[in-house]
């Protein structure tokens, strides 16, 4: 079978297994697990599956967290499914494996990236302070960064630095022009605001 085809195949499994548990979160996660369980061989991605279902059994705050993601926009909550769920994990673990092997090293599960040392405030200790406010990744530098991770199977990346949202207009761009991957952005919150761009 071609890779494309089980790609397709996979993503095709992980968007009704989506819609199935729209319906009803609550009631549905656990079931969808017990399919999982049943129909998947024992060593696939024990180790994270063996955590889902431990956060399901206890119902902590990582399963609260899980229902929490049923009050996002649909979109935006498909597109965090598709790109956390399939292509930073089953696809790009296939991918990283493969190039591990062939590379002789390993290859991150995420990349962090540093866009700014700016920011917009003046915290009392805060360490950024220290690294000036003029070192910036260029936008053409941090797509460069994105290509070749994805290229290793690398799908997951979190804007860090000082506050990354400085730059949000560039950090908007880089999410549209790689839709495939998932964004983190660890940020002082105060930018974020309705206006794209």
């Known amino acids: 079978m071609s890779k494309s085809i089980k790609d397709s195949m996979q993503s095709f499994a992980i968007n009704q297994a989506l819609k199935y548990i729209e319906g009803n979160p609550d009631e549905n996660i656990p079931k969808l697990m017990e399919l999982v369980d049943k129909f998947t061989p024992a060593d696939w991605y024990s180790s994270q599956c063996d955590a889902i279902r431990k956060v399901i059994d206890e119902k902590n705050n990582w399963y609260q967290l899980i229902l929490k993601l049923y009050d996002l926009d649909p979109g935006v909550r498909k597109a965090f499914f598709q790109n956390f769920l399939f292509n930073a994990s089953p696809k790009g673990s296939a991918i990283q494996e493969e190039n591990q092997a062939k590379e002789g090293c390993n290859i991150p599960w995420a990349i962090l990236l540093d866009p700014t040392s700016a920011c917009n405030m003046r915290c009392t200790g805060c360490w950024a302070a220290e690294y000036?406010?003029?070192?910036?990744?260029?936008?053409?530098?941090m797509d460069s960064i994105i290509r070749q991770g994805k290229a290793l199977g690398?799908?997951?990346?979190?804007?860090?630095?000082?506050?990354?949202?400085?730059?949000?207009?560039?950090?908007?761009?880089?999410?549209?022009?790689?839709?495939?991957?998932?964004?983190?952005?660890?940020?002082?919150?105060?930018?974020i605001d309705e206006h794209p761009h």
């Not at 400085?166 to 919150?189: A, W, Y």
């Open 154 to 191: 690398t799908y997951m990346y979190i804007y860090t630095g000082c506050e990354p949202l400085v730059r949000k207009q560039d950090l908007i761009k880089i999410c549209e022009m790689h839709p495939d991957c998932e964004f983190l952005s660890f940020t002082n919150g105060t930018l």
């Open 132 to 141: 000036g406010h003029r070192l910036n990744l260029s936008l053409e530098t």
